[in-house]
C-alpha cells in the first residue's frame, strides 16, 4: 500500500481550491503524472550506478544537488496518495493516468529486471485500488528482455487491469526499432493498450551536462530520436494500430515533419524502409500538453488535430506544466476541442467512462497572459 502518514507539506496550503470559480466543465485527465516504488529502488540500490542514467551521468554538480533536494521536497507527492489526492483537487485534475517515474530499470539481469517491473506495477495497482474513481494505471515491462516484456504486459492488463505501459525511449542505448522488440509492440498492439513513451535524458550527452540542458534539451531530444528510429525502422508501418503518446508535446519531431518527409523523397537512404511519407505515421501518434506556450499547443493542434492532444502536467516535478487545466482552457480553441483535449481523448485511448460531473471544481482562471 502507498504510504498514508502525511507530514506538513508546502503544497498542501494552496488556496487555488479554496477560490475555485463554480460552473460546470469536463472532467479532466492527467496522462502524464509519476508515482515511485521505494521497493523497487531498494532492490538495486547496492548494485546502481549513476553513471548508467543519461540523465545522472550528464550532470553539472549544481544540477546534481538540485535533484538531490527535488527528490527530498517531492517523496511525498511521489508516495502519498492523500497528499496526491489534495494536490489533484488543487490543480482541476479528475482522474490521473499515473505512470512509474522514469527511473527505468533496463540496465539490471533480465530476472532483476522482471522483479522490479511487478513491484512497480504492483504497487500502481494499489494506488488505483485505493481511489478507482480518481486513478488508472501505466505499468512498466523489462524491455531489456522482451519475452519477459511480453509477459509481463499481459500480467499487468489481463490480471492487475492496468490500462497501459509506459515506455523509455531506448533501451541501454539500443533503439526501439530493433528487431528484438517487435513481440512486445505485436503485443501491445493485440492488447489495444496505451503505450506512454517517457525518456530519462539524451544518451550521447556530452554537451548537455550545464543549465539542466541534459532534461531541458536533452529530454525532448532522446524522444525526436527514438520516434524517428520507429518511424523509419518501420515499427509504426508494421503494427498500425499501436496506441503511442509521446511526453512533452513529442519533443522535435512534431515540429519538424518537413524534413522528415523531404529526405524521403530525396533520398534513397531515407526511404530504405517505409513507403508512405514519415507524417503519415506521425500523425498517428498522440502528443501530451507539456510544451509551455500557447502557439507551440496551436501548432500541434493545428498539425495534427485536438483529438491527438492530451493534458498533461508532469506531477510532481519542477519542470511540470503550470497550471495545465486552465493552459489548455485559455488557448484559441473550441469548447469541443478543448474538452477532448483535457478528457476525452485520454478516456477514449485509455478505456474509461468519465464522471458525468467534474469531481473537482476548476482552478481559477488567471488573468489571460499575452501569448
Same mark, same amino acid.
Given at each position: 500500500m502507498f504510504y498514508s502518514c502525511l507530514p506538513a507539506s508546502s503544497h498542501s496550503s494552496s488556496p487555488l481550491r #479554496?477560490?475555485?470559480?463554480?460552473?460546470?466543465?469536463?472532467?479532466?485527465?492527467?496522462?502524464?503524472?509519476? @508515482?515511485?516504488?521505494? *521497493? #523497487? #529502488? /531498494?532492490?538495486?540500490? $547496492?548494485?546502481?550506478?549513476?553513471?548508467? #542514467?543519461? +540523465?545522472?551521468?550528464?550532470?553539472?554538480?549544481?544540477t546534481r544537488e538540485v535533484n538531490r533536494k527535488q527528490?527530498?521536497?517531492?517523496?511525498?507527492?511521489?508516495?502519498? @496518495?492523500?497528499?496526491?489526492? =489534495? $494536490?489533484?483537487?488543487?490543480?482541476?485534475?479528475?482522474?490521473? +493516468?499515473?505512470?512509474?517515474?522514469?527511473?527505468?530499470?533496463?540496465?539490471?539481469?533480465? *530476472?532483476? %529486471?522482471?522483479?522490479? /517491473?511487478?513491484?512497480?506495477?504492483?504497487?500502481?495497482? $494499489? @494506488?488505483?485500488?485505493?481511489?478507482?474513481?480518481? !486513478?488508472?494505471g501505466l505499468g512498466t515491462v523489462p524491455l531489456q528482455a522482451p519475452a519477459l516484456a511480453v509477459a509481463e504486459l499481459e500480467r499487468l492488463v489481463k490480471e492487475l487491469g492496468l490500462k497501459g505501459v509506459e515506455i523509455g525511449t531506448n533501451v541501454g542505448g539500443v533503439d526501439l526499432s530493433d528487431p528484438r522488440f517487435r513481440p512486445f509492440f505485436a503485443k501491445a498492439?493485440?492488447?489495444?493498450?496505451?503505450?506512454?513513451?517517457?525518456?530519462? %535524458?539524451?544518451?550521447?550527452g556530452q554537451r548537455l551536462a550545464e543549465h539542466y540542458f541534459i532534461n531541458v534539451i536533452g529530454n525532448p531530444l532522446d524522444t525526436t530520436v527514438a520516434i524517428s528510429h520507429m518511424i523509419f525502422g518501420g515499427v509504426l508501418e508494421a503494427y498500425p494500430k499501436l496506441k503511442i503518446c509521446l511526453a512533452h508535446g513529442g519533443g522535435y519531431a512534431a515540429a519538424y515533419s518537413g524534413r522528415f518527409d523531404h529526405v524521403h523523397r530525396a533520398r534513397p537512404d531515407g526511404r530504405q524502409v517505409i513507403k508512405r511519407p514519415p507524417s503519415y505515421y506521425l500523425k498517428k501518434l498522440y502528443f501530451d500538453t507539456i510544451v509551455f506556450t500557447h502557439h507551440q499547443l496551436d501548432y500541434l493542434t493545428g498539425l495534427y488535430g485536438s483529438d491527438h492532444i492530451i493534458l498533461?502536467?508532469?506531477?510532481?516535478?519542477?519542470?511540470?506544466?503550470?497550471?495545465? @487545466?486552465? !493552459?489548455?482552457?485559455?488557448? =484559441?480553441?473550441?469548447?469541443?476541442?478543448?474538452? +477532448?483535449?483535457?478528457? %476525452?481523448?485520454?478516456?477514449?485511448?485509455?478505456?474509461?467512462?468519465?464522471?458525468? =460531473?467534474?469531481?473537482?471544481?476548476?482552478p481559477a482562471t488567471k488573468k489571460k497572459a499575452k501569448r
Open positions: #479554496a477560490r475555485a470559480r463554480g460552473g460546470s466543465r469536463s472532467a479532466t485527465v492527467d496522462i502524464h503524472c509519476h @508515482v515511485m516504488t521505494p *521497493e #523497487a #529502488a /531498494a532492490l538495486t540500490k $547496492d548494485l546502481d550506478d549513476p553513471t548508467r #542514467a543519461a +540523465a545522472l551521468a550528464f550532470a553539472s554538480p549544481l527528490d527530498e521536497t517531492v517523496r511525498i507527492q511521489l508516495t502519498s @496518495v492523500e497528499q496526491r489526492i =489534495k $494536490d489533484m483537487d488543487r490543480m482541476g485534475i479528475d482522474i490521473q +493516468a499515473v505512470s512509474p517515474s522514469p527511473t527505468y530499470y533496463y540496465w539490471t539481469e533480465p *530476472e532483476l %529486471g522482471r522483479e522490479c /517491473a511487478r513491484l512497480i506495477n504492483n504497487r500502481i495497482a $494499489d @494506488v488505483v485500488a485505493s481511489h478507482p474513481d480518481r !486513478f488508472v498492439q493485440e492488447l489495444d493498450i496505451l503505450i506512454f513513451m517517457h525518456p530519462a %535524458g539524451f544518451t550521447h498533461g502536467t508532469d506531477y510532481p516535478y519542477d519542470m511540470a506544466l503550470p497550471d495545465a @487545466v486552465n !493552459f489548455v482552457e485559455r488557448a =484559441k480553441l473550441t469548447r469541443a476541442a478543448k474538452d +477532448a483535449i483535457l478528457g %476525452g481523448n485520454a478516456a477514449r485511448l485509455l478505456k474509461i467512462k468519465l464522471p458525468k =460531473k467534474a469531481a473537482v471544481k476548476a
